[in-house]
């Protein structure tokens, strides 16, 4: 413990006045802008935000404030804020869609041209958009029709943001559309089977009452989707993959799973296992990412997974190494055998493809399995080329060991009791860490992910 401490006093010491010079220049930059902000009304307030051409002012935590606090003015603002929809920058349309979903019910006179910017040029605006509408509840029920197109938006977000929207808008709309979908994918063309499964996967996934639409996609479409993993076509064998997936990591609720979740047919789990010797890459890739949540629980999921850890694409062995590390957590997962997946993860670690180094550093920090090999492969990984793999390797080397330097208190009752269990892992595991430390030169990346 005593190791620990001397770094983290002796960063403390060196970075103790940068932070108190940064904090006084903040704070001191802060209060003229607080002071200036309330003395204009809080219309203005709230617009100069809408238009900073800041992403983080145009943020709903950052706009949510100045929208509480428009009292009268709520009426003006829904009409300049409209106005502000058709704006030449992304951001002040972002700022405003977010702003009208804010405000709510009042401002659903904007659902036309919310609409409208479903189609917007730039994804952060059809994802303001897809979010403003799910605010309006049934009052937004006309842009059913433009939210179940936008279920295959590409953009990030935005296909799993207008699921959650059609869901509030018109729940009798999505259901019907689950059901279509489900059809489609069943049967029909290519590309239609394809779009049929991203759509059934974004209609369960993402935020927002995920759990109750995941049920509903679930009960209606599972035994469409595992048909479509024998299609024809690898297109639509990799969507059904993916949407499997989604719909099963909204179904689960840690160790104790939804009784949805325990009725995952085994032919599915089998489906997938014999789509991981697929042919196309693809494929082969989805079925990795796919067994994460779906073969949960099943034996023979971890010994399945990783002889892919030497597939020959790249792609593939990264997806099966954040897969093996997935089914190690044992705050979600109770997979058998997830120890096993450690030493092989151990021996790719200097893959020649920075995606699957990475991947095995995540992998090794979220398998909550104790392992004397595990510190040291990360303390290896810190010293890597790669800047996303020291930047992971430093956030599971954080994850390890925050119970041991957060909580230094005893633990002498029941040590075995899921609240105490992470801890005392972790202080077994504090030897091992240390000689890790000792070993490495990249300190920063421990200091900027918030070790000491």
Same mark, same amino acid.
């Given at each position: 413990?005593?190791?620990?401490?001397?770094?983290?006093?002796?960063?403390?010491?060196?970075?103790?006045?940068?932070?108190?010079?940064?904090?006084?220049?903040?704070?001191?930059?802060?209060?003229?802008?607080?002071?200036?902000?309330?003395?204009?009304?809080?219309?203005?307030?709230?617009?100069?935000?809408?238009?900073?051409?800041?992403?983080?002012?145009?943020?709903?935590?950052?706009?949510?404030?100045?929208? +509480?606090?428009?009292?009268?003015?709520?009426?003006?603002?829904?009409?300049?804020?409209?106005?502000?929809?058709?704006?030449?920058?992304?951001?002040?349309?972002?700022?405003?869609?977010?702003?009208?979903?804010?405000?709510?019910?009042?401002?659903?006179?904007?659902?036309?041209?919310?609409?409208?910017?479903?189609?917007? $040029?730039? %994804?952060?605006?059809?994802?303001? !958009?897809?979010?403003?509408?799910?605010? /309006?509840?049934?009052?937004?029920?006309?842009?059913?029709?433009?939210?179940?197109?936008?279920?295959?938006?590409?953009?990030?977000?935005?296909?799993?943001?207008?699921?959650?929207?059609?869901?509030?808008?018109?729940?009798?709309?999505?259901?019907?559309?689950?059901?279509?979908?489900?059809?489609?994918?069943?049967?029909?063309?290519?590309?239609?089977?394809?779009?049929?499964?991203?759509?059934?996967?974004?209609? &369960?996934?993402?935020?927002?009452?995920? /759990?109750?639409?995941?049920?509903?996609? /679930?009960?209606? &479409?599972?035994?469409?989707? $595992?048909?479509?993993?024998? +299609?024809?076509?690898?297109?639509?064998?990799?969507?059904?993959?993916?949407?499997?997936?989604?719909?099963?990591?909204?179904?689960?609720?840690?160790?104790?799973? @939804?009784?949805?979740?325990?009725?995952?047919?085994?032919?599915?789990?089998?489906?997938?296992?014999?789509?991981?010797?697929?042919?196309?890459?693809?494929?082969?890739?989805?079925?990795?990412?796919?067994?994460?949540? #779906?073969?949960?629980?099943? $034996?023979?999921?971890?010994?399945?997974?990783? =002889?892919?850890?030497? +597939?020959?694409? !790249?792609?593939?062995?990264?997806?099966?190494?954040?897969?093996?590390?997935?089914?190690?957590?044992?705050?979600?997962?109770?997979? =058998?055998?997830?120890?096993?997946?450690?030493?092989?993860?151990?021996?790719?670690?200097?893959? %020649? +493809?920075?995606?699957?180094?990475? &991947?095995?550093?995540?992998?090794?920090?979220?398998?909550?399995?104790?392992?004397?090999?595990?510190?040291?492969?990360? &303390?290896?990984?810190?010293?890597? $080329?790669?800047?996303?793999?020291?930047?992971?390797?430093?956030?599971?080397?954080?994850?390890? !060991?925050?119970?041991?330097?957060?909580?230094?208190?005893?633990?002498?009752?029941?040590?075995? @009791?899921?609240?105490?269990?992470?801890? #005392?892992?972790?202080?077994?595991?504090?030897?091992?860490?240390?000689?890790?430390?000792?070993?490495?030169?990249?300190?920063?990346?421990?200091?900027?992910?918030?070790?000491?």
């Amino acid at each position: 413990m005593k190791p620990i401490l001397q770094y983290r006093n002796r960063y403390l010491d060196k970075c103790i006045s940068v932070i108190l010079l940064t904090a006084i220049i903040v704070l001191s930059s802060a209060v003229p802008s607080q002071a200036q902000d309330r003395s204009k009304s809080p219309l203005d307030a709230l617009l100069e935000r809408v238009t900073s051409n800041d992403k983080t002012l145009v943020g709903s935590g950052y706009l949510r404030s100045r929208v +509480d606090d428009l009292g009268s003015q709520v009426e003006q603002a829904i009409s300049v804020l409209r106005e502000h929809l058709n704006s030449p920058e992304s951001l002040t349309r972002v700022g405003a869609a977010v702003s009208l979903g804010l405000i709510g019910s009042k401002a659903s006179v904007s659902v036309p041209d919310l609409i409208v910017l479903l189609k917007d $040029e730039s %994804p952060a605006v059809r994802y303001a !958009a897809a979010g403003a509408l799910r605010q /309006f509840g049934p009052l937004a029920k006309q842009s059913g029709p433009a939210l179940i197109e936008a279920l295959v938006d590409p953009g990030d977000r935005v296909g799993f943001t207008a699921g959650g929207a059609l869901f509030q808008v018109d729940k009798s709309l999505a259901i019907a559309t689950i059901r279509n979908f489900a059809a489609q994918v069943y049967e029909g063309d290519p590309d239609a089977q394809r779009l049929a499964a991203i759509s059934l996967g974004n209609l &369960a996934y993402g935020p927002y009452g995920s /759990f109750e639409r995941s049920k509903f996609v /679930f009960a209606l &479409a599972w035994v469409e989707l $595992e048909s479509a993993l024998n +299609d024809d076509e690898a297109q639509v064998r990799a969507a059904a993959a993916t949407a499997l997936k989604q719909i099963a990591n909204k179904l689960r609720g840690g160790v104790n799973m @939804h009784p949805a979740r325990r009725q995952i047919p085994v032919s599915t789990v089998v489906a997938l296992k014999n789509a991981l010797s697929d042919e196309t890459p693809e494929v082969r890739r989805a079925a990795a990412n796919a067994l994460s949540e #779906v073969g949960k629980a099943f $034996e023979g999921t971890v010994s399945t997974l990783i =002889p892919m850890l030497v +597939d020959p694409k !790249a792609e593939v062995r990264a997806a099966a190494a954040s897969s093996l590390g997935r089914l190690g957590d044992t705050r979600f997962s109770n997979t =058998p055998g997830a120890h096993e997946a450690i030493t092989p993860l151990i021996e790719i670690q200097n893959d %020649p +493809d920075a995606r699957v180094r990475a &991947a095995v550093a995540g992998a090794l920090g979220t398998i909550r399995v104790l392992h004397p090999d595990i510190a040291p492969a990360l &303390a290896l990984a810190l010293q890597d $080329e790669n800047a996303d793999v020291r930047r992971t390797a430093a956030r599971s080397f954080r994850d390890m !060991a925050q119970p041991v330097i957060s909580d230094h208190s005893p633990v002498d009752r029941n040590p075995e @009791h899921p609240q105490n269990k992470r801890r #005392v892992e972790a202080r077994r595991m504090t030897p091992a860490l240390i000689q890790a430390l000792e070993t490495t030169t990249n300190l920063s990346a421990l200091w900027l992910h918030g070790f000491f």
